[in-house]
């Protein structure tokens, strides 16, 4: 009796271990699988600029004209948006337009990251925005898929916004760095497959 209660206690402890483990290698093949959906092609990146110098918002009377009045990428932004770029070469994941919002942490983020950008005001940030401002910029963003979408299969759509842009794109609140994948649809609606955080070297995703 005692050893068959010490058997299902051992089976029990192992499979308590291996849980884990398990969740983890799928968490790894969802991220692999997203990857490989931007690989093939006609999809929308919505990436919400890198880590920034600490704060929200940005100081009193910033301008878009000048990068120092404004909340700007740290260190570690800056080599996080360099690391999402090279993830992007390293699995061959085709690029198309990269559109920023004019904000500087955005404008850099995509630089670093694609080597160049299209600054785009319906991606600047809505945090101020009534319904008519909010409402016009969608617009403008949902043209732009609609685009993407009359071209699918071919490159991706890289838009980089701030996280009260996306959240209004697709719902979805995302750390600094983070990305959301999604096809476009023919109305310009954008269906989410998924979202990733920011490339680290040596990630199994990206290393495929």
Do not use: Y
Not at 129 to 144: F, I, N, P, Q, S
Request: with cysteine.
């Amino acid at each position: 009796m005692l050893r068959r209660i010490f058997l299902c206690l051992a089976v029990l402890a192992s499979a308590h271990s291996i849980a884990p483990a398990m969740a983890q290698d799928r968490a790894e093949d969802s991220e692999a699988a997203l990857w490989r959906r931007l690989q093939a092609g006609g999809h929308v990146l919505v990436i919400r600029h890198a880590a920034t110098d600490p704060g929200v918002g940005d100081p009193p009377g910033f301008t878009l004209a000048d990068c120092a009045s404004q909340r700007n990428l740290s260190a570690a932004g800056r080599a996080d948006a360099q690391a999402l770029g090279a993830a992007f070469k390293r699995l061959g994941v085709p690029v198309g337009r990269v559109l920023s919002s004019r904000w500087c942490r955005c404008v850099d983020t995509a630089r670093l990251a694609f080597g160049r950008v299209e600054t785009a005001p319906m991606l600047d940030s809505g945090m101020a925005d009534d319904d008519t401002a909010r409402e016009r910029k969608l617009t403008g963003v949902r043209a732009a898929v609609t685009e993407a979408a009359a071209s699918r299969g071919g490159a991706n759509l890289v838009l980089v916004t701030h996280d009260v842009n996306i959240r209004a794109l697709t719902g979805d609140r995302l750390a600094q760095g983070e990305m959301v994948v999604a096809t476009p649809r023919a109305d310009g609606s954008l269906a989410v497959v998924g979202r990733l955080g920011v490339p680290r070297s040596g990630d199994a995703a990206t290393s495929m």
